[in-house]
C-alpha cells in the first residue's frame, strides 16, 4: 500500500514553507503513523459496467472530515487529462466502500486505486488493472468470452441490453409474427396473414401440420409427401441471429449449450429488477452473461414471462423432425430440451 502521495497543491507548498527540519520531520513520521488505504479486487458487469472497491481503516483518532472514494484512468500516471475521481458517500463506521463505473470501452486496460483526503493529506491504496475484454465485431455487437468454444453476445437478439427480453422467433424463421414493438404484448398486432401467432399454421417450413414439413425432415413420415432431407443444423440464411447480425454471428448449437451448462457456474438471479440466469466462466468468475427468464409464445399467448427461459439453438431434434433443440432454465432446474418448431423462443447469438 502507498501511504500519502501528496500534499494538496497550494496549500501544501505555503504550509511546508512555514515549517523547521525538525517539525517536517514530525509530519515524515505521521504519515507512517495514518489511515490504512486498500485498493480491493474490482468486480466486471457484462454490459459496459464495473463495481470498484477500496477499504479504509485505522481512522480511530482521525478528524471526522474526510473524503474517499476511487480514482480511475486510462493512463497508467492518473494525468488528470484520461482521470477520473469519484467520491462515496463514506460513513465513519464502515470500512468497504464501492463504486459503479459505467460507459467502460471495450479493450482497453483501466488504472484505479482506493484514495482517502483528510485536511491536507492524500493517502492512495495500491495501484491495480482491469481490463475489459468485451471486443466489439465489425456489426458493432458485444460478446463475452467465457473461455468455451464459441463467444457469446451480451444480450438477446432484439433486445439493447442483458436485461431487455428481446424478441421471440420460431425455429428457422428469420422474423417475428407480430408487428415491431410488440414483443412483450399481451395482445400484440399481428402481422398480415398471422393472427393465428406462432403456430404450425403460421410455421415457415411445412404446410400447416407437423407431418408436411418440406425443409429439415429427417423422417418420411413427418415430410410432405414423404419428402426427407439431411439438413440437422440451421443454414445461414435460416438462421435469424446469422440472417439479423450478419458476420460470423449464428445461433448456438445443441451442444454449445451444453458446453455452457457443463462448464459455467449457473445461478437464477434477479439483475436491474429482472429475473434470469447468470452464467459465470470457471475460467475466470469476472466474467459472466445474464440471459433474462422471457418466457415463450404459443399461439397468440405469452407464457412464463419472468418464470423460465427458453432459448433456440440451431439443432434439429432428428428423432422427431417436428422438434428442435432449445436451452430451459427456471429458478429450480435448467436442461437442454426439445420443443415444436413453430414456438416463439428466445436466440442469445455466439461468434466462433
Given at each position: 500500500m502507498k501511504r500519502i502521495i501528496r500534499l494538496l497543491p497550494a496549500a501544501a507548498v505555503l504550509f511546508?514553507?512555514?515549517?523547521?527540519?525538525?517539525?517536517?520531520?514530525?509530519?515524515?513520521?505521521?504519515?507512517?503513523?495514518?489511515p490504512k488505504i486498500e485498493t480491493l479486487s474490482a468486480d466486471k458487469g457484462t454490459f459496459k459496467v464495473a463495481t470498484l472497491s477500496g477499504r479504509v481503516s485505522g481512522l480511530d483518532g482521525v478528524a471526522l472530515d474526510f473524503e474517499c472514494g476511487i480514482e480511475y484512468s486510462t493512463d497508467e500516471s492518473f494525468s488528470d487529462e484520461y482521470s477520473t475521481r469519484q467520491?462515496?458517500?463514506?460513513?465513519?463506521?464502515?470500512?468497504?466502500?464501492?463504486?459503479?463505473?459505467?460507459?467502460?470501452?471495450?479493450?482497453?486496460?483501466?488504472?484505479?486505486?482506493?484514495?482517502?483526503?483528510n485536511q491536507l493529506l492524500i493517502y492512495y491504496g495500491d495501484v491495480k488493472t482491469i481490463t475489459f475484454e468485451w471486443s466489439i465485431d465489425v456489426n458493432g455487437y458485444e460478446y463475452v468470452d467465457l473461455g468455451l468454444s464459441v463467444l457469446w453476445a451480451t444480450h438477446n437478439l432484439?433486445?439493447?441490453?442483458?436485461?431487455?427480453?428481446?424478441?421471440?422467433?420460431?425455429?428457422?424463421?428469420?422474423?417475428?409474427?407480430?408487428?415491431?414493438?410488440?414483443?412483450?404484448?399481451?395482445?400484440?398486432?399481428w402481422k398480415l396473414g398471422m393472427l393465428d401467432g406462432y403456430s404450425w399454421k403460421n410455421y415457415r417450413f411445412c404446410n400447416k401440420t407437423n407431418n408436411s414439413l418440406f425443409k429439415y425432415c429427417s423422417k418420411?413420415?413427418?415430410?410432405?409427401?414423404?419428402?426427407?432431407?439431411?439438413?440437422?443444423?440451421?443454414?445461414?440464411?435460416?438462421?435469424?441471429?446469422?440472417?439479423?447480425?450478419?458476420?460470423?454471428?449464428?445461433?448456438p448449437t445443441q451442444a454449445e449449450f451444453k458446453e455452457l451448462l457443463d462448464s459455467c457456474v449457473c445461478e437464477f438471479i434477479t439483475q436491474n429488477g429482472v429475473d434470469g440466469l447468470k452464467v459465470i466462466s470457471r475460467k475466470d468468475s469476472s466474467k459472466s452473461i445474464f440471459l433474462p427468464a422471457a418466457g415463450n409464445r404459443d399461439g397468440t399467448g405469452l407464457n412464463y414471462v419472468g418464470s423460465y427461459g427458453s432459448y433456440w439453438s440451431s439443432s434439429l431434434y432428428a428423432g422427431l423432425p417436428y422438434y428442435?433443440?432449445?436451452?430451459?432454465?427456471?429458478?429450480?432446474?435448467?436442461?437442454s430440451g426439445v420443443g415444436n418448431r413453430y414456438n416463439g423462443r428466445s436466440v442469445r447469438p455466439v461468434c466462433p
Open positions: 511546508m514553507g512555514m515549517l523547521s527540519c525538525d517539525e517536517k520531520e514530525s509530519i515524515k513520521e505521521e504519515k507512517q503513523s495514518g467520491k462515496v458517500d463514506k460513513k465513519y463506521n464502515e470500512d468497504s466502500y464501492s463504486i459503479t463505473v459505467s460507459g467502460i470501452q471495450p479493450g482497453k486496460k483501466y488504472y484505479y486505486r482506493a484514495y482517502y483526503i432484439g433486445a439493447e441490453k442483458p436485461e431487455d427480453y428481446g424478441d421471440y422467433y420460431a425455429w428457422g424463421d428469420t422474423t417475428t409474427k407480430y408487428q415491431p414493438g410488440y414483443a412483450q404484448s399481451e395482445s400484440p398486432q418420411s413420415d413427418y415430410g410432405l409427401d414423404g419428402m426427407t432431407d439431411t439438413l440437422t443444423i440451421l443454414t445461414p440464411a435460416d438462421d435469424v441471429a446469422h440472417y439479423r447480425w450478419g458476420g460470423n454471428w449464428r445461433m428442435a433443440w432449445n436451452f430451459f432454465f427456471s429458478s429450480g432446474d435448467r436442461y
